[in-house]
């Protein structure tokens, strides 16, 4: 006895399971591609953040507090957000805080506490009174003029070490 060999049939359905087969991975890949598309058109690939620091100033403070504020202008040329998570110094005693500062219905101004403040991709942050600044705990000997080692940490790019000069509020 011969066994008997069938050839392949071209059925309608065995063509249906096919293509259905076929058709489930190439619409995963548009799918795909279309977000990737819309990822790239909208800017977010590309280069990671790249941070500068300039402008770097800290309030000499008056009176009888020593709680005072640090400003920093900082820019990214990069192509992808960031934002500032830190400020530390070991020039200053305690804690560096990051806060925003808000206004009241009576145009009275308060301080929030902010975890992280946005530095976006091609933009910058310019801190100041108004908006964002850290706020520190001043050295009794510091004068006008002095310099203050900082540490800016982000959270996509490294620590950036800057020197902030002192100077009197209002300058």
Same mark, same amino acid.
């Given at each position: 006895m011969t066994p008997t060999h069938h050839p392949w049939r071209p059925t309608r359905r065995r063509l249906t399971d096919t293509l259905l087969a076929a058709l489930v991975p190439v619409a995963v890949c548009s799918v795909a591609l279309g977000g990737l598309t819309t990822w790239v058109s909208a800017g977010n690939a590309g280069? =990671? =953040?790249?941070?500068d620091v300039s402008n770097a100033r800290v309030f000499l403070p008056y009176g009888d507090t020593t709680e005072t504020a640090a400003f920093f202008d900082i820019s990214n040329s990069g192509g992808a957000d960031d934002r500032l998570t830190a400020v530390t110094s070991e020039d200053v005693r305690g804690e560096i805080t990051l806060s925003s500062h808000r206004m009241t219905s009576g145009? *009275?101004?308060?301080?929030? &506490?902010?975890? &992280?403040a946005a530095v =976006? *991709? @091609? @933009?910058?942050? &310019?801190m100041s009174p108004q908006g964002v600044?850290?706020?520190?705990?001043? @050295?009794?000997?510091?004068?006008t @003029?002095?310099?203050?080692?900082?540490?800016?940490?982000?959270r996509h790019s490294d620590p950036v070490h800057v020197p902030a000069v002192v100077v009197r509020p209002g300058t």
């Open positions: 280069t =990671p =953040p790249r941070i145009a *009275a101004a308060y301080a929030v &506490s902010v975890e &992280s =976006p *991709a @091609g @933009g910058e942050l &310019s600044d850290a706020i520190l705990r001043a @050295g009794a000997d510091w004068r @003029g002095d310099l203050v080692a900082f540490t800016l940490h982000f």
